[in-house]
């Protein structure tokens, strides 16, 4: 079915709303609001005079092949009706329900995102059709980009109308960038072109091997393709096997089980081909554009422009081998002594970096899995060598816990046999800290104990990296947080919510995760950071948290390559002057 009915809707709405909606030309785009006694220059939103008529959206859909929709929750035909329009269809709802939970699939559709916090959750599956569903904070349009001349025509379209422009390729997004009330949409996620080298030859003076990748291609994608080349070939990309490589997960530097071994993803970057908030197509690299090129290397995501493809290094695939860890309530049901058990742990993160290491951990109140430990070039023997003083010391304490090992001939073995997949559908902030190898040596029981005190205050727990991208690879001259390279941990804090809350109880929650959840993570960690993809939109400071001192050039050059606010998301360079309001749905810039 792959969701035919509801592209049937959304062309029948489109299409009504042409032949219905017909409005009087806005003789101007500004957009001047008064909210909470505060001056706003806000962006257009249906209703106001300034929204585009409907022979401008027309327009728009005939520039891009008719591949404009208006946007329609996926789960509306679980509901009579959406907008007063009938909805409801019985296979389609049972279809929608029963990929709800699944990654892949949500990842694949126009407008979704993993995690429904940040779409007022909105619209959710339910046995109940009577029940309401809105467009909550869901995008009013979007287009499927094809091409290049796709992109520009939407970005064009927001910038010379004032409309509010969300780039989506996966939805892969903790922080909620990937949609936006009463926006526009340019999803990316067609854009599958890789081609690979074997000796690079543009600017920089790199000559190795490397892949030229669409803007669409997700990171166990990637490493399937690089694992059919001959020889086989290993790219630095994320764990999760959704995240889009070329978006923001490298906008915001890209950690990933190969970064202790070759750093960030966006060191590995060589070129990017990409087009810009004035719509001009550019290429960015060492000898064009290098101020956008430097940028562009975790410098945020939707921030400096679009990306239609990077090129970034490959390297050799190698052996690896791979380690599962856990201690759990089979073990012990002693608090204190699964405690003592993860402080043995986390207090050897920079022992397990300085081996070439990364390592990622589900971290409980009560139980702690760690899977996997990945040793890249390593065999189980000598991983097992690596991790004889996490079981000497668990085994002088009487610690109860299992580990297994694993030898495998390539690393995309591994990352096949011990990453699982990960769900779709939750509803949960998220915050977290960069630990470096600095504090971890000084302060590594503090650190441990300010964790547990975070995962007691979120009754959940967190997702654990143990990545070192300064470890073993040469710095590169880009713009992520340079206490990256002093980096051993890094972990996500998770609060869970649900789905019922009011405004006030959402603002209540991120003002808990701030304080109680993340205060003693920070607290903990002086010489840390946070980490632009995943982290605390609350973030205090989030200027000196996410980019130090690499800050104030972000700033200069989003003034430069975006003077007039086309690209926005939030807690990125520039957006301190910009706010959403009227319950998290204007936008509007400080006047």
């Known amino acids: 079915m792959k969701y035919t009915f509801v592209y049937q809707l959304a062309a029948s709405f489109l299409l009504s709303s042409v032949i219905a909606l017909a409005q009087t030309e806005a003789p101007t785009t500004e957009n001047i609001v008064q909210s909470g006694g505060r001056r706003y220059a806000c962006k257009c939103y249906p209703g106001d005079r300034c929204w585009p008529t409907s022979q401008k959206w027309k327009a ?37 329900t029963a990929n709800f939970p699944l990654e892949q699939w949500t990842t694949d559709q126009d407008i979704l995102n993993l995690w429904i916090f940040w779409t007022n959750n909105t619209c959710l599956p339910t046995t109940n059709p009577g029940d309401t569903c809105t467009l909550g904070y869901y995008p009013e349009y979007v287009i499927r980009a094809k091409t290049k001349a796709d992109i520009k025509a939407g970005i064009d379209f927001a910038r010379n109308n004032n409309v509010r422009l969300i780039i989506r390729n996966t939805g892969h997004d903790f922080m909620g960038r990937s949609t936006g009330y009463g926006s526009l949409a340019i999803n990316t996620h067609d854009f599958k072109s890789v081609e690979f080298t074997k000796r ?100 945020g995501p939707s921030t400096f422009a679009t990306i ?77 060598e690596i991790l004889k003083p996490l079981v000497d010391q668990l085994n002088s304490q009487n610690i109860p816990h299992s580990l297994t090992y694993h030898e495998y001939s390539t690393f995309f073995d591994l990352y096949i046999d011990l990453f699982a997949d990960e769900g779709s559908g939750a509803n949960m902030l998220v915050g977290g800290r960069l630990f470096t190898k600095t504090d971890i040596r000084n302060n590594g029981n503090g650190i441990v104990d300010a964790i547990r005190q975070s995962t007691e205050a979120s009754q959940y727990g967190m997702i654990g990296h143990i990545v070192g991208p300064g470890t073993g690879a040469p710095v590169v001259d880009n713009a992520i947080h340079p206490q990256w390279r002093d980096g051993s941990s890094f972990s996500i804090s998770v609060l869970l919510q649900p789905t019922n809350v009011t405004w006030a109880e959402k603002r209540a929650a991120e003002v808990f995760l701030t304080d109680q959840v993340d205060g003693p993570l920070r607290a903990a960690s002086p010489n840390g950071a946070a980490y632009v993809n995943e982290g605390n939109l609350e973030e205090p400071n989030w200027q000196q948290a996410y980019w130090g001192s690499n800050y104030p050039r972000l700033l200069s050059l989003k003034k430069k390559w975006d003077p007039k606010g086309v690209f926005y998301a939030r807690t990125t360079p520039g957006t301190e002057d910009w706010e959403v309001i009227d319950y998290g749905t204007r936008l509007c810039k400080k006047v």
Not at 68 to 88: L, M, Q, R
Not at 318 to 331: L, S
Not at 353 to 365: A, H, I, S
Request: hydrophobic share 40%; net charge neutral.
């Open 308 to 384: 239609v493809s990077v090129t970034v290094k490959t390297f050799p695939e190698t052996k690896a081998a791979g380690a599962v860890f856990r201690i759990n309530g089979t073990h012990t049901n002693d608090t204190e002594v699964f405690w003592k058990g993860f402080r043995a742990f986390h207090n050897l993160s920079n022992h397990y970096v300085e081996n070439g290491m990364f390592v990622y951990y589900q971290l409980l109140t009560d139980s702690l899995n760690a899977q996997p430990f990945v040793a890249p070039t390593k065999t189980a023997a000598q991983l097992k």
């Open 60 to 96: 728009l859909n005939d520039t891009v092949g008719g591949t404009i929709k208006e946007v329609i929750p996926n789960w509306a035909v679980c509901y009579n009706t959406f907008e007063g329009k009938p909805t409801y269809n019985a296979a389609a709802c049972a279809e929608a």
């Open 200 to 299: 690079y030859t543009g600017p920089g003076g790199y000559t190795g091997g490397a892949v030229t990748v669409g803007a669409g291609i997700q990171g166990r994608e990637l490493l399937r393709l690089g694992n059919q080349q001959s020889p086989k070939v290993a790219i630095v990309t994320g764990e999760c096997p959704t995240v889009g490589f070329a978006g923001g997960y490298i906008q915001g530097g890209g950690h990933g089980p190969l970064a202790t071994l070759y750093g960030l993803a966006a060191d590995q970057a060589l070129s990017f081909d990409v087009i810009t908030a004035d719509g001009v197509y550019r290429t960015a690299n060492a000898r064009e554009n290098p101020d956008l090129f430097w940028a562009l290397k975790g410098g």
